[in-house]
């Protein structure tokens, strides 16, 4: 792979949480017409959960297909360290 294709695969792992219903509406504009939009799911509150941070739920997300892949297998990575410290509200 070239250079530029790994600081891609990089930099969209590295957004990825930003998908999360709390990151979202940080751009109010933007993130109204798909909330109300019929295909949007979402849990009733999620926004509101600033204590789930968009980095927490790339690690959340990352950590089955890293540990598949040999690379977070303990439980003393990052990424796993990351899930015990998820708010439990």
């Known amino acids: 792979m070239g250079d ?29 017409p798909a909330r109300d939009g ?20 790339s690690h959340w997300a990352l950590y089955e297909p890293f540990a598949k892949a040999g690379s977070a297998s303990t439980l003393g990575s990052p990424c796993a360290t990351s899930l015990r410290v998820l708010p439990s509200d």
């Open 38 to 57: 019929p295909s949007y799911i979402s849990a009733p509150g999620a926004e509101r959960q600033r204590g789930f941070r968009y980095e927490i739920a």
């Open 4 to 32: 530029r294709t790994v600081a891609s695969f990089w930099a969209g792992l590295y957004g990825i949480g930003k998908i999360t219903p709390p990151f979202q509406p940080q751009a109010h504009t933007l993130y109204s």
